[in-house]
């Protein structure tokens, strides 16, 4: 069963330090997402992404953020200067079109900030 | 105001039994909603979509009232393997919109 994948399962980083996550959507899937889930919280969406542009973000995804998908496979997430509250989990998610809106979530990265 | 409201719990059930969760969504513009199931430290999994006509899944069963913006999820005959949390998400539109999740509900089920 096709899967959504995400490097590395884990990273820690030095506050001020840029960091860069990865995902590999499904292969078919149109649309992708990153999600973040802080320790103990809910799920919370930042950034949706289609056609090669943003489609939507919330105001957690503010200028230290960006997502590129640099070939046919992989989409990233990029935060420039790391802070000690950007330390939680990191989803990323994809779906196939826009008549139904299931996504799929993949594994997450825990990024920890120091 | 929260926008997707659910008890945190935890439930604590034996096996066999019969469970159930509740949520209140704040936007009454919401089309589509969902129960997703997250188990400790793992990425959310999609259990079943919820429709206004209510629908099933095995044991499980899932119900709309979009006159009081709920949503319930009953568990029927509980197994062990249930044990997670159970998150309660809606979006405001069909298609690429993002997903609001409640903070969830914790389940145990106790042999």
């Known amino acids: ?114 | 105001r929260k926008e997707v409201e659910q008890d945190p719990g935890p439930f604590n059930v034996p096996e066999g039994a019969t469970v159930a969760f509740n949520c209140t969504y704040s936007n009454s513009a919401s089309q589509s909603f969902f129960w997703y199931r997250q188990d400790c430290r793992k990425e959310p999994k999609l259990l079943m979509s919820v429709y206004s006509s209510g629908n099933e899944d095995g044991r499980f069963t899932a119900q709309l009232n979009r006159a009081s913006q709920y949503i319930s999820l009953l568990i029927r005959d509980s197994k062990l393997s249930d044990s997670a949390t159970y998150l309660c998400v809606v979006s405001a539109f069909s298609g690429n919109t993002p997903l609001v999740f409640g903070k969830g509900t914790r389940l145990s089920v106790i042999a």
Not at chain 1, 22 to 43: A, D
């Open chain 1, 1 to 114: 069963e096709p899967e959504v994948t995400q490097t590395p399962s884990h990273q820690v980083t030095q506050m001020g330090q840029e960091v860069i996550l990865r995902c590999v959507p499904i292969s078919n899937h149109l649309y992708f997402y990153w999600y973040r889930q802080i320790l103990g919280q809910k799920v919370e969406f930042l950034v949706s992404f289609y056609n090669n542009e943003i489609s939507e973000k919330s105001e957690i995804f503010d200028d230290q953020f960006s997502v590129e998908r640099p070939d046919g496979s992989n989409f990233t997430l990029k935060i420039r200067s790391t802070k000690l509250e950007d330390s939680a989990m990191y989803f990323c998610a994809s779906s196939l079109d826009s008549s139904y809106n299931e996504q799929f979530f993949g594994p997450g990265t825990r990024l920890t900030v120091l």
